[in-house]
């Protein structure tokens, strides 16, 4: 059981928007910045958003975080087949040592 | 291009040792925090340990505590896990990822490919 709490899938049509959550508390995601990491099965992870909201160059504007007091959220809008993936969130804690991942959210492009 | 590439795991008996090394280039390697991020078989992605630019402080979490040392050599810009008393539980691909200059905190970027560790008898 994770400590930051994602659904375990999502899914969508093409061209659709999908949000995927992720539920912490405030010594978590409240009081720190939330990541997140897209990982097509097979592959290693790939950053897709830092400090909440901030994309690294040539991850598409298709991709957006967000957050809001002790939730952070992805949304996928404009959907492909190829976003079909693994989505996991980070945080640090203020409580522990190290950094938490969220248990991570199936998403499906049907 | 910054890339990362791991090396080192295989198959390890229950209460064995084994060493994972991480090779890092296109960028200055002793300028980033570095950690090791593990994912079981069918699972979610764990961090595991991390190690401060110059190398002099590490962290490690609690279920590694005391079995696993992480390393670093910057004049050779590799990264290193020293992985002592496994359990079947350590079975996992491990990760090296790049952190940031300036704290310890994500984000990671990039990942290496992963090497595959497996401890069964």
């Known amino acids: 059981q994770s400590v930051l709490t994602q659904p375990p899938s999502a899914s969508g049509t093409p061209g659709q928007k999908v949000t995927i959550s992720c539920s912490g508390s405030t010594s978590n995601i409240g009081n720190n910045y939330v990541s997140w990491y897209q990982q097509v099965p097979g592959t290693a992870p790939k950053l897709l958003v830092f400090r909440n909201d901030q994309r690294p160059s040539g991850v598409p504007d298709r991709f957006s975080g967000s957050k809001s007091g002790t939730s952070a959220f992805l949304a996928i809008s404009g959907l492909r087949p190829e976003d079909e993936a693994d989505f996991y969130c980070a945080a640090c804690d203020e409580n522990l040592t190290g950094v938490l991942f969220g248990g991570g959210t199936k998403l499906t492009v049907l | 291009e910054v890339q990362l590439v791991e090396s080192g795991g295989g198959l390890v008996q229950p209460g064995g040792s084994l060493r994972l090394s991480c090779a890092a280039s296109g960028f200055t390697f002793s300028s980033y925090w570095m950690h090791w991020v593990r994912q079981a078989p069918g699972k979610g992605l764990v961090w595991v340990s991390r190690?401060?630019?110059?190398?002099?402080?590490?962290h490690s979490a609690d279920s590694v505590k005391g079995r696993f040392v992480v390393s670093r050599d910057n004049a050779q810009n590799r990264l290193f896990l020293n992985m002592y008393s496994l359990t079947t539980d350590d079975t996992a691909v491990y990760y090296c990822?790049?952190?940031?200059?300036?704290?310890?905190?994500?984000?990671?970027?990039?990942w290496g490919q992963g090497t595959l560790v497996i401890v069964s008898s």
């Open positions: 990822a790049r952190g940031t200059s300036i704290i310890a905190d994500p984000p990671f970027d990039p």
């Open positions: 190690i401060t630019p110059d190398g002099t402080t590490t």
